[in-house]
């Protein structure tokens, strides 16, 4: 499968399809979160 129908299975609310989806791109997303500052706000608000 690709990344699209793993992203498509998890837009209709496929748990599996979503957490796999979740896990490939999480350290993507918390690299790339901390670049960003929110004054007052905590870094997992951003990674969320």
Not at 34 to 47: A, H, K, S, V
């Amino acid at each position: 499968m690709t990344d699209d129908d793993f992203l498509l299975k998890a837009k209709n609310e496929n748990h599996e399809a979503m957490e796999k989806v979740i896990n490939q791109y999480q350290k993507f997303v918390y690299k790339n979160s901390r670049n960003f500052f929110l004054r007052g706000g905590e870094i997992n608000d951003l990674e969320q």
